[in-house]
């Protein structure tokens, strides 16, 4: 909660959006259901998804979308991380936000789409070169 905390006055340094896209997910044992509560008032629209880790369950896609619908956000479960950035992408026009938030693996999960990890171990870096 406390991290989450951080999140929400980084994204507001991010500017004005039209609208901010949430790409929301956690693994089993943290405590996803507050953050999602702490979250969910940043967003116009959350999209749950749920990460994956080795030997470590994703947090309840459906408890974390209950939380975020009491909090009267719109809310969609799309299990898939990859396919829960490109519904975000999708969805989204130039002047929104789209925020990936919740796990790293979440965040690990959904740079595969424009950095795979395979270059990162070709490169030797982390950070895109090109």
Known sequence: PEK?????HGA???????????????LDGHDYLTVAGIIAPLADEVIVT??????RSSGSTEAIA?????????????DE???AIDTALQRAD?????LVTGSL??????RERWYPSEAIVLQETCWPTT
């Open 50 to 55: 749920a990460p994956s880790a080795q030997e």
């Open 4 to 8: 989450m905390e951080s999140f929400m």
């Open 81 to 83: 991380p990859l396919a």
């Open 94 to 98: 130039p002047s929104d936000h789209v």
């Open 105 to 110: 693996y979440l965040v690990g999960a959904v």
């Open 66 to 78: 209950e939380v975020v619908r009491r909090s009267g956000k719109p809310v969609v479960v799309i």
């Open 12 to 26: 507001a340094e991010l500017g004005d959006a039209r609208k901010r896209i949430l790409v929301l997910g956690s």
